[in-house]
C-alpha cells in the first residue's frame, strides 16, 4: 500500500553534514511508524531513527544520537533524517522504512522498504 523513495545521499568529507529525504506515496496513515535503518558492506543492517508523523515520539540508535535528527512533513508524505558530524563510520546504504505496528528497531518489523541510497564519508 505505501512506496517509498529515498533521496539526498551522496559523498562527503567527515566533518560534513546530509539532508536524507524519503518520499512516501501510496495508501499511507497517520498511525504508521518511519524508521531510517542503514547497512555497510558486510554487516547487518542496522536501527538508526524512528518516529511517528507528528514527531511527538522518537528513538534514535546510540551511536547517532547528538548528530542526526529524524523528522517528518506530513503534508508532504515526506521523511528527513539530518546528518550532521557524520564520520567515516557513517558509511553505509541508507533505507527508509514503514511499519504499521509498534515502534520498533528490528528490521522484521517493518513492511515497506525503499531502495537505499547511499552515504559515503571519505576521511
Known amino acids: 500500500q505505501v512506496q517509498l523513495v529515498e533521496s539526498g545521499g551522496g559523498l562527503v568529507q567527515a566533518g560534513g553534514s546530509l539532508r536524507l529525504s524519503c518520499a512516501a506515496s501510496g495508501r499511507t496513515f497517520s498511525s504508521y511508524v518511519m524508521g531510517w535503518f542503514r547497512q555497510a558492506p558486510g554487516k547487518e543492517r542496522e536501527f538508526v531513527a524512528a518516529?511517528?508523523?507528528?514527531?511527538?515520539?522518537?528513538y534514535y540508535a546510540d551511536s547517532v544520537k547528538g548528530r542526526f535528527t529524524i523528522s517528518s512533513d506530513r503534508a508532504k508524505n515526506t521523511l528527513y533524517l539530518q546528518m550532521n558530524g557524520l564520520e567515516p563510520e557513517d558509511t553505509a546504504l541508507y533505507y527508509c522504512?514503514?511499519?504499521?505496528?509498534?515502534?520498533?528497531?528490528?528490521?522484521?518489523?517493518?513492511?515497506?522498504w525503499g531502495q537505499g541510497t547511499q552515504v559515503t564519508v571519505s576521511s
Open positions: 522504512a514503514a511499519t504499521a505496528y509498534a515502534y520498533s528497531r528490528t528490521t522484521r518489523d517493518y513492511g515497506y
Open positions: 518516529t511517528n508523523w507528528s514527531g511527538s515520539v522518537t
